[in-house]
C-alpha cells in the first residue's frame, strides 16, 4: 500500500511563498509521473504541475512562471515551490502518482489578499 503525504501549507499574504512536500512511502516516486493537484472550495480539483521520470516539467498556464515541480528521488519526495502567490491559489493540494489511484491526503493553503 502506498502512502503519500503532503506537508507545507499554510497561510501568507499575497505575494508571499510557500514550499510543499510530498514524501512517499515507497520507492514509487522515481519510476512515477507524478503530479500537484489543487482544489478550491466549490470548485473541482484541477492540475497544477507534473514531472516525468526524467524530469520534464509542465504547469498550467496560471502558475507558470511562479510554480516549479521538482523530484528528489533519494528522498522519494515531490516538491512544489510556490512564489508571488496570489489569492487565487487559495486551495486543498493533493500530491498524485499518475495513471494510478494514489492520492495524499492534501494540505491546505491559503492566501489572504
Known amino acids: 500500500q502506498v502512502q503519500l503525504v503532503e506537508s507545507g501549507g499554510g497561510l501568507v499574504q499575497t505575494g508571499g511563498s510557500l514550499d510543499l512536500s510530498c514524501a512517499a512511502s515507497?520507492?514509487?516516486?522515481?519510476?512515477?509521473?507524478m503530479a500537484w493537484y489543487r482544489q478550491a472550495p466549490g470548485k473541482q480539483r484541477d492540475l497544477v504541475a507534473t514531472i516525468t521520470r526524467a524530469g520534464s516539467t509542465r504547469y498550467v498556464d496560471s502558475v507558470k512562471g511562479r510554480f516549479t515541480i521538482s523530484r528528489d528521488n533519494a528522498k522519494n519526495t515531490v516538491l512544489l515551490r510556490m512564489n508571488s502567490l496570489e489569492p487565487e491559489d487559495t486551495g486543498l493540494y493533493y500530491c498524485?502518482?499518475?495513471?494510478?489511484?494514489?492520492w495524499g491526503q492534501g494540505t491546505q493553503v491559503t492566501v489572504s489578499s
Open positions: 498524485h502518482i499518475e495513471m494510478s489511484e494514489y
Open positions: 515507497a520507492m514509487i516516486t522515481i519510476y512515477s509521473p
